[in-house]
């Protein structure tokens, strides 16, 4: 299947600092991204949609101001934290959906947050 | 939403097959059928879709019923790799061609020696 990569796979940070996580689409031009977190032995909850070139759907609950997302190209979203909290601490993960290929959604690897 | 019934739990020995059901009575007749899996820390791994027909790719075969209600994945042959929760997700249209996947919490498989 198509592959999908996020970096880093691990981040600690600081208690009122911001952190970016990048999600890339390897083999394939993605229109569309989507960004999950998920706490321990919970499902994964999506935060997000993300078009290419246009603001990000954010699902209710989900604030945008902490949690900023941008879709700048056809293989690349980030997601910044910002003033991130313990709280915050999560696994977080990106997929894309490939457009040629089924529309069939790729998951990255995922990138554990924490935040002391 | 077309929402999915799994079991939360089951068991299989490693070598034999897994039967993991899925039941979604409420789904309409253009959503897919949708299954991945996630190996514990990992993102979830892509498994198979399908529509009406059953399907069956390197990985494994999904059997949908004929009213759609319900669709069993299969495991031919489980190893202990295949230990992972697996999520039945039945695909939500965004508008278009763009839908979004929302995870429910997934069959926790483990397959033993």
């Known amino acids: 299947g198509a592959v999908v990569s996020q970096h880093p796979s691990r981040v600690i940070c600081k208690s009122g600092t911001s952190v970016k996580i990048e999600c890339r689409s390897l083999d394939f031009q993605a229109t569309t991204m989507f960004w999950y977190r998920q706490f321990p032995k919970q499902s994964l909850m999506l935060m997000a949609t993300?078009?290419?070139?246009?603001?990000?759907?954010?699902e209710q609950g989900v604030e945008k101001d902490k949690f900023l997302i941008n879709h700048a190209s056809l293989t690349l979203s980030t997601l910044t934290v910002t003033s991130a909290h313990p709280e915050d601490s999560s696994f977080y993960i990106c997929?894309?959906?490939?457009?040629?290929?089924?529309?069939?959604?790729?998951f990255g690897e995922g990138s554990w947050l924490t935040v002391v | 939403d077309a929402k999915t019934t799994q079991p939360p739990s089951m068991d299989c020995a490693e070598g034999r097959a897994a039967n993991l059901p899925c039941n979604h009575s409420t789904i309409s007749g253009n959503e897919y059928v949708y299954w991945y899996r996630q190996i514990h820390s990992q993102g979830p791994q892509y498994i198979i879709h399908?529509?009406?027909n059953n399907e069956t790719n390197e990985m494994a075969s999904l059997i949908i019923t004929e009213d759609r209600k319900s669709s069993t994945l299969i495991l031919p042959h489980a190893t202990l790799r295949d230990t992972a929760v697996y999520y039945c997700?039945?695909?939500?249209?965004?508008?278009?061609?763009?839908?979004?996947?929302?995870f429910g919490k997934g069959t926790l498989l483990t397959v033993n020696p």
């Open positions: 997929s894309a959906r490939d457009p040629l290929g089924g529309n069939t959604i790729y």
């Open positions: 997700i039945v695909r939500v249209s965004s508008g278009g061609s763009n839908y979004k996947l929302t």
């Open positions: 993300s078009n290419e070139g246009s603001k990000a759907t954010y």
């Open positions: 399908g529509l009406k």
